[in-house]
């Protein structure tokens, strides 16, 4: 199990460079099954504006 700065570190270093096109499938229910990379991004930085 890695650790929550492993985790931030991951998202802005690896998911949010790989633009708009792409469509990622989470493993956890709380959002779309299917939902593209600019959403995920932009709702990812709005609740966590405080890092």
Known sequence: M???EQ???SIREKLFPI???IRFVP???R???SVAS???IR???IRNTAD
């Open 43 to 45: 709702l990812w930085r």
């Open 27 to 29: 493993g956890q229910a």
């Open 2 to 4: 890695g650790n929550h």
């Open 38 to 40: 600019g959403r995920l």
């Open 7 to 9: 985790l931030i570190h």
């Open 31 to 33: 959002i779309q099954p």
């Open 19 to 21: 633009g708009d096109d």
